[in-house]
């Protein structure tokens, strides 16, 4: 979400940007300022707090063109280590519900609004770090795993992932992956999902474990 800011500001969009943690979205904000964004409104805000009085009143003040939302957490651990289900199982759940989701909404909204889907790969920020949701729903940062991540699979810089995805949002685009090889991916699991399975190495978390 940061460097989609930044991309939208180097193209003069208006921005008015919500996050939960205050100091980074000040810096956001005052970064998004010097690259040509005409006005940066920060909302420290949790998206999650539907009630949330402040978000919702400043909402009411805006013409909205575009609504960027984004939110992710990956889970580097075997299943029959997992001990809170009750964090974990709604994660899960919600990234494999939003697809389906964003497919009705898209033919509800049809032609006055388009949505496009980002489905991305290995792409650079704070999971390909080492930031992860572990066995027992807590986050967590391990330097190990981001080596792991950087050594077996290439990673796409932010900015570049950033750029490509508001390409196709101003092309109306349904969906756009990145990187362009893991388009391969999505083709292998439809035509061969053995060999995806076969891929697959459930030993990484055991061998990267803190």
């Not at 989701?101 to 006055?112: G, H, K, S, W």
Request: aromatic letters at 6%; a positive charge; one cysteine or more.
């Amino acid at each position: 979400m940061q460097h989609l800011t930044y991309e939208y500001a180097r193209r003069g969009a208006c921005l008015l940007i919500i996050a939960r943690r205050e100091n980074l979205l000040k810096k956001v904000a005052e970064k998004a300022g010097k690259l040509g964004s005409p006005d940066v409104v920060p909302l420290c805000a949790d998206v999650l707090k539907v009630d949330d009085r402040k978000r919702k009143s400043l909402m009411n003040l805006f013409s909205v063109d575009v609504l960027v939302n984004n939110a992710g957490i990956g889970s580097m651990c075997l299943i029959e280590d997992v001990t809170d289900i009750t964090k974990l199982a709604p994660v899960m759940a919600s990234k494999a519900a939003l697809l389906g989701f964003f497919e009705t909404m898209r033919v509800e909204l049809a032609p006055e609004i388009s949505i496009t889907t980002a489905t991305l790969g290995i792409i650079e920020s704070e999971i390909t770090k080492g930031k992860h949701l572990s066995k027992e729903g807590t986050t967590q940062v391990n330097s190990d795993l981001a080596n792991a991540y950087a050594n077996q699979l290439p990673v796409m810089s932010s900015s570049a992932c950033a750029k490509v995805i508001v390409d196709a949002i101003r092309r109306k685009e349904r969906n756009v992956t990145e990187p362009k090889w893991y388009r391969v991916l999505f083709l292998l699991k439809t035509l061969c999902p053995e060999l995806i399975e076969w891929g697959y190495d459930p030993e990484m978390e055991l061998r990267y474990k803190a």
